[in-house]
């Protein structure tokens, strides 16, 4: 028979705001099966608080060894391994039993990928991508619903057990969404591969229509992602969001946002050409650091987005450009005329693209 904890004696209690709290706290870890030894590292280092949410984390099913799991789904330990590294997970020991039930049906995916005749070299690269990228939503989610679940007055008792409760609500929230979100964007990509390859080897587009693209993106993004909190980066791509929405007027039209870039479309280019100008000389004035890229030629619309050479060939310029600048093709400079001040930056090729193209950095004209 188990021998309840004297939590009193055993100095759990000290040092809390709220001893009764905290009492009610321990006692319920206890019946969750939390050891002694467990409570008294996890209030040594002051997260008492946080444990209902790490055994949240952990997994409430049945966990397994690493052995059980290369049995179970027919992988070999050195793929397991890789693949544990790949989705920055800890590599486990022999006999471990810490491999949760997310992770034997991840492995279940793998295995049935990898039959399809996905190459096991191409599973890893992709696993490494999306844990990367899902690192960033998860830490976003946590900041949010972090600050958002802290409530004035709280106890230890108060705030693990909300902290624990929302955690078991989100994942079934957040995953068909993130699912949903994630095939949106692959089909997209789908759709671009294959309008791509088709116009380069036929040279046009069934259907499509003269249009003017043009892409603003946030200059070194990446890098300030590696160096600020996600809510702060998320602040950033929420304001340059509002600020792009709020500079586009018809005939101009925001097609979509991507995190860091936006994409705008027109059907003649001086109104395109006024609203990128007008994005990125905001942007030197305000320190955020823009640059726009601007093509036109026939593209091809579906379902509100655009394809064709001027998407592709606008969003190569844009990644061209330098940092509070804007860069045009020959087309737009013909077309828009002499009432901008205009620089030649060479005969290019893009990644993509047919053929050379001439680039022209185009400035708001001084006093203007």
Known sequence: MRVAIDFETEGLLEGADDREARLELLRMLEEEGFTL?????????????????????????????REELAEETGLDGRFLDEASRARGMPIREPGERAITEDEMELSRSAKLLLDAGLGEEAFLELTAVMSRSLANIAASFASTFGEALLHPGDTEHDLGLRYAETLRNLGPLAAPSLEQMFNLRLRERMREAVIGQAELQSGHLAGAQPVTVGFVDIVGFTKLGESVAPEDLGAVVRSFERAVADAVEPPVRLVKTIGDAAMLVAPEPSPLVD??????????????????????????????????????????????????????????RDAVGDGYDWSAAGSRRFKGVKGSVDVFRVRTPAGS
Request: aromatic letters at 4%; charged letters at 30%; a neutral charge.
């Open 37 to 65: 030894e467990e409570l008294r590292e996890a209030a040594a280092h002051d997260r008492l608080a946080l444990l209902p949410v790490e055994r949240v984390l952990a997994g409430e099913g049945r966990l397994y060894t």
């Open 275 to 332: 609203t990128v100008l007008g994005l990125v000389d905001r942007s030197n004035e305000d320190g955020q650091q823009l640059r726009g890229g601007i093509a036109s030629g026939e593209g091809l619309p579906r379902a509100g987005d655009w394809y064709g050479r001027p998407v592709n060939l606008a969003a190569r310029l844009t990644s061209f450009a330098r940092r509070g600048t804007v860069v045009t093709s020959k087309e737009v």
